[in-house]
């Protein structure tokens, strides 16, 4: 079965530096989404991107983050100078449509990024 | 905004007992999704419910979602070792004015259940 994949597994990284966190979606999927859970805490929404645009974003997603699609398969999440806060499980999701029912959510297994 | 309540927020039962969590909030959701996460592994859907009173059976499992699609059950029967992991609600739609959106999941923060041998 199709699967969404992110790389790297774990990323450690210093307070300030910029990481790249990538993801490639299920191919014949379209909206595309990063959500992160902190440690003991609850799943929560980043960003939704569609149709090479982002649809919606919460507050988390400041001008710290971007996203981007290069290249037709690949989905990132960038940000630019990290904080201790930003220490988290970030899972990428991806689904074909928006129907509840025939468009469930897809996850990857996350990036666990710890920043020091 | 919209939350989802989970309760319990942690479950410890001897396998072949039966259980209950539930998932609760004061907005209304277009639909709600079951998911189990296991450590160190994303999140996968159980199941969807959308309509109001829903019941759903997934094998052991049965999900219901409230005639007011403002909450939802999950019930276990005869738990097994098997199904010991993180147990997550989560809704989307609903009103625009409370926040929702047919883009994005709101997720509660899980039952975790451990079913001993």
């Known amino acids: 079965e199709p699967e969404v994949t992110q790389t790297p597994s774990h990323q450690v990284t210093q307070m300030g530096q910029e990481v790249i966190l990538r993801c490639v979606p299920i191919s014949n999927h379209l909206y595309f989404y990063w959500y992160r859970q902190i440690l003991g805490q609850k799943v929560e929404f980043l960003v939704s991107?569609?149709?090479?645009?982002?649809?919606?974003k919460s507050e988390i997603f400041d001008d710290q983050f971007s996203v981007e699609r290069p290249d037709g398969s690949n989905f990132t999440l960038k940000i630019r100078s990290t904080k201790l806060e930003d220490s988290a499980m970030y899972f990428c999701a991806s689904r074909r449509g928006v129907g509840a029912y025939n468009s469930p959510l897809h996850f990857g297994n996350g990036t666990r990024l710890t920043v020091t | 905004t919209q939350l989802l309540e989970q309760s319990p927020q942690f479950l410890s039962i001897q396998e072949g007992e039966n259980l209950t969590v539930y998932c609760n909030s004061s907005s209304v959701f277009s639909s709600l999704q079951w998911y189990r996460q296991e450590p160190g592994e994303g999140p996968v859907l159980l199941v969807t419910v959308v309509t109001g009173g829903e019941v759903k059976k997934l094998k052991r499992l049965t999900f219901q979602f409230g005639d007011a699609r403002k909450d939802s059950s999950l019930h276990i029967t005869a738990a097994q070792p098997g199904d010991t992991g993180l147990y997550l609600c989560a809704g989307s739609g609903g009103l625009l004015n409370s926040g929702g959106s047919n883009y994005k999941l709101t997720f509660g923060k899980g039952t975790l259940l451990t079913v001993n041998p």
């Open positions: 991107f569609y149709n090479n645009e982002i649809s919606e």
